[in-house]
């Protein structure tokens, strides 16, 4: 799973607006991201972990121009009560079961925290989607309630795709299908409870237990 869900996390984030084709998408992202104050969501669904299919369910807390985010995991249980709190310089994340924060340099944890998630890059949207191609699959809906599908492949020639619909109804991600490329459905998660602008501070975003060790990596 490792970075397979970078691309997830990162377009639930984009409440994009008035665009008609994949480039249009991109080219209204960052601007679209800087007007949020702030953002939050919860991701569910299943995903391949460990060669088995496990129920995941997280929520997500960002303030996308303070490049501060957050991430609480409430499945997989191997995960439950894990939290992971990402800036534009480090990554901390908080073990549960020994009541521990690791803490490494953005720079050295692309891929180190729970399910392969690429937190370095939560508030990073154009410098993400350089990284892959993506193109408009499909469109449906009446006007006012259209659904976009989009799909992002690596540039790097990896085989793995993500799908993401996008409603016109608010203009947030409605689901995320990630698959491998062979074709096998990796995970399949919706996005639910999408809030802007609710109040959330950057304090309450990167707060962690005061007792907790802290471990520096």
Do not use: C, H
Request: hydrophobic share 40%; glycine share 6%.
């Amino acid at each position: 799973m490792t970075r397979r869900l970078t691309l997830t996390l990162l377009t639930a984030l984009l409440p994009v607006a008035g665009a008609q084709t994949a480039q249009d998408i991109i080219n209204k992202v960052d601007t679209t991201q800087k007007a949020a104050k702030d953002v939050s969501f919860r991701l569910s669904g299943t995903a391949a972990l460990d060669s088995a299919a496990q129920r995941i369910d997280l929520t997500v807390k960002a303030i996308p121009t303070q490049n501060v985010a957050r991430v609480q995991f409430t499945a997989p249980d191997a995960l439950a009560d894990n939290v992971v709190v990402a800036d534009k310089n480090e990554v901390r994340q908080y073990l549960y079961l020994t009541n521990q924060i690791t803490v490494t340099s953005t720079k050295n944890a692309a891929s180190s925290a729970g399910l392969g998630l690429d937190f370095t890059q939560l508030s990073n949207t154009a410098a993400m989607l350089s990284a892959y191609n993506v193109k408009l699959l499909a469109t449906s809906g009446a006007a006012g309630a259209r659904q976009y599908q989009l799909e992002a492949t690596p540039k790097s020639g990896s085989g793995d795709r993500t799908r993401v619909w996008i409603t016109e109804a608010g203009w947030r991600p409605t689901r995320i299908q990630i698959l491998s490329g062979a074709g096998k459905t990796v995970a399949d998660l919706s996005v639910s409870n999408y809030r802007v602008n609710s109040g959330l501070s950057a304090a309450s975003i990167r707060a962690l237990p005061k007792d907790a060790q802290v471990i520096r990596q």
